[in-house]
């Protein structure tokens, strides 16, 4: 079955840990995209990448950084630098620059 | 003013009622507009899209344009508990071809 997988479903970090979450894709997409989401507050765009080692940042890219070696993954990052990372993320992929977006699971990330 | 404005809820209907989503938005460049509905702890799923004015119907999704007045709305006829869930409505916005995301309205479909 095609679709977007994320990993972990759940994530806990310590004070000054970098942690990774995974996405890929198998729906041959070009644009992927990672959103954060808080409570009570909209879906805010992280980074996105249009094809394969390119990506433009979002609204809120301080304390993140995401890499797109491969067309099927793109991977982020929440460094150390990001002070209030507990939030729902989300994975999103569409086929070339179109805004209908499949998303994947999301990763429950929490401070420990 | 927010760039997507949605009456946040809860919304309370009864089975089989109709249910009303509406939406307004700033950018005047927005041409495409998406109703996602979300589960409590779940991801967004795309139920419409509209792209011109009036109305687009899909089984029992109905999506209403008005462009003139930056309004998007989301008829669900028959409604059932099953879509209970929170909706949001996102405009593409403009040439950079983002989506501007609502806060969502919480729909409760009482049986």
């Known amino acids: 079955d095609g679709g977007i997988t994320q990993s972990p479903k759940y994530l806990f970090r310590k004070e000054g840990q970098n942690v990774t979450l995974s996405c890929e894709q198998n729906?041959?997409?070009?644009?992927m995209y990672w959103y954060r989401q808080d409570p009570g507050q909209g879906l805010r765009l992280i980074y996105y990448?249009?094809?394969?080692?390119?990506?433009q940042k979002g609204d809120i890219a301080e304390g993140y950084s995401v890499s797109r070696e491969k067309k099927e993954s793109f991977p982020l990052t929440v460094t150390s630098a990001q002070k209030n990372p507990t939030a729902f993320y989300l994975c999103a992929s569409s086929m070339g620059w179109d805004e209908k977006l499949f998303f994947g699971s999301g990763t429950q990330l929490s401070v420990l | 003013q927010k760039e997507v404005e949605q009456n946040s809820g809860p919304l309370s209907v009864p089975e089989g009622a109709i249910a009303s989503l509406n939406c307004t938005y700033s950018?005047?460049?927005?041409?495409?507009f998406f109703w996602y509905r979300q589960y409590s702890g779940k991801s967004p799923e795309l139920i419409m899209f509209i792209y011109s004015n009036g109305d687009k119907e899909d089984g029992r999704f109905t999506a209403q344009l008005n462009k003139a007045s930056q309004y998007v709305s989301l008829l669900i006829r028959d409604s059932q508990p099953s879509d209970s869930a929170t909706y949001l409505c996102?405009?593409?916005?403009?040439?950079?071809?983002?989506?501007?995301w609502g806060l969502g309205t919480s729909l409760a479909v009482n049986p």
């Open positions: 729906l041959n997409h070009d644009a």
């Open positions: 990448s249009q094809i394969v080692n390119d990506f």
């Open positions: 950018d005047r460049g927005s041409q495409s």
């Open positions: 996102a405009p593409g916005a403009g040439n950079n071809r983002k989506l501007i």
